[in-house]
Each structure stands twice: as C-alpha cells, then as structure tokens.
C-alpha cells in the first residue's frame, strides 16, 4: 500500500469509527468529543506503528517524544479536527493524516466525514478547481475570526464565511467552496500539514502569512499561522496584509 493509499485509507475508517461512536448514544457533550479523540486516536496509532514501524508519528491525541525529531519521515495526525463540531453532528469537522518528509508536508488525506458520502480528499487524486467570478470569499473561525481574516475581506470586498475546523476551512477552498483561508490566532502542525499537503497538490498557495514556508516536524509544534488560497488571489492577500 503506498502511503498516500494509507494515509486515506485510515483518513476514512477513523471517519467511519467517529460516526459510530457518535451514533451510540453513548456519549455526549465534551464525553463524546473526548471518546471520539480516544477512539480514533487509538486506532490510526496502532495502524501506524503497524504499517510504518521505522516513521516517526505527531498526533494531537498522543503525549509527544523528542523521537522524531530524527526521522525523515514523520507521520502528522489530528484523529478529530474540530472536536465541538463532531459533538454537534455538524458536517464541519475532518480527520488528518499527513505524512512530512523533511519537513515538508508531502502526503495527505483529509476525511469529511459528516458531509454525504463521507468524503476523502487526498494528495495524489487531485481535480480541477472551481473557477468563481467576483469578489473572494474566506472562510473564517465560527467564534474568533482572525483580525488579519476581517481586514483582508475588507479591504478585497470579500465575503466572510464562518465554518468549524481547519480542515474543512482549507477543504472549502479546494472544494471551491471560498477562495482563501487566512488564520492568524495559532494552530499546531496537526491542524494544517494535511490539509496542506492535499490543497498544495490542487495547485493552491500554501504558507505562512509572511509568505515563508509551513515547516513541519519542528520541536516546538505551535505553527501562528497560514495562508491557503488560490493562487491567483495570493499577492493580493500579501498587499492587503502589508496596507
């Protein structure tokens, strides 16, 4: 199994094991986001450290080691991106498996589960993006839209479109759903490197919002901010930032 196939592979049934804990009935409020991360969590380890024993694994469920720091290859995982999404049976909320390779995130799968069909988007089955006339539109946090997000809309008389998780924010863009996705207010690396290992292969523009590149398997996981968006629209999100 190639790694992309793997990485979509456990993208997809730790989407499938989520739905069903949360159609148990078992659980609920903060104990069903809390089972959903466990659960998940236990499974895509396991499968991992099966699959790929010699790669190094960041997971946001997982207590981190100073590990694989040395390894080339280190898989990046968030089991629920978008934890209060999940508890709400709302569709805005994914599961990310990336692999990074030198730092780079190369490899990517990012579940939807809650949309029809349980979609999967991953980096080696890329389509064509949506072309859209008129004005950007961003998609931004449901509670605390980034600053740097509000003033670009501004000043690009865009439209603000608030959506649950990071992933599914990045995925709007690839789905042409929104035209750019700029988050200043910090995330981790398991928050972004597999949404950007999926949106780099559409083509779309990835990095920090200074334009240097998102660097992954660092020591200090805290990654400030990014940018993904469509590429035609990048500089004029660089010149807003800097007016």
Request: glycine fraction near 10%; include cysteine; charge should be negative.
């Amino acid at each position: 199994m190639t790694d992309a196939d793997l990485a979509a592979h456990l993208a997809h049934v730790a989407g499938r094991i989520l739905l069903e804990v949360r159609e148990s009935g078992m659980f609920e409020g903060k104990a069903l986001g809390k089972a959903g991360d466990q659960t998940a969590n236990e499974f895509l380890v396991h499968a991992l450290r099966q699959q790929r024993p010699e790669d190094g694994l960041l997971s946001e469920e997982s207590k981190d080691t100073d590990e694989r720091l040395d390894k080339s290859r280190v898989w990046i995982i968030d089991p629920v991106d978008g934890t209060r999404e999940y508890g709400e049976a709302r569709s805005d909320w994914a599961v990310h498996v990336a692999l990074a390779i030198d730092g780079v995130a190369s490899v990517g799968a990012v579940a939807l589960p809650g949309q029809d069909g349980g979609t999967v988007l991953r980096s080696d089955k890329v389509g064509d993006l949506r072309a859209h006339d008129g004005p950007p539109r961003l998609v931004v946090s449901r509670t605390r839209p980034a600053a740097e997000a509000v003033a670009v809309a501004e000043r690009l008389g865009g439209e603000l479109l608030p959506m649950g998780s990071a992933g599914a924010k990045a995925m709007a863009v690839v789905q042409g759903e929104a035209e750019i996705y700029l988050h200043s207010g910090g995330q981790y690396e398991w928050d972004s490197c597999a949404p950007a290992a999926v949106a780099s292969a559409y083509g779309l523009h990835c990095s920090r919002i200074d334009g240097s590149p998102l660097v992954y398997n660092q020591k200090d996981t805290y990654m400030p901010d990014l940018l993904i968006c469509k590429k035609e629209w990048a500089e004029a999100v660089f010149d807003a930032l800097n007016a």
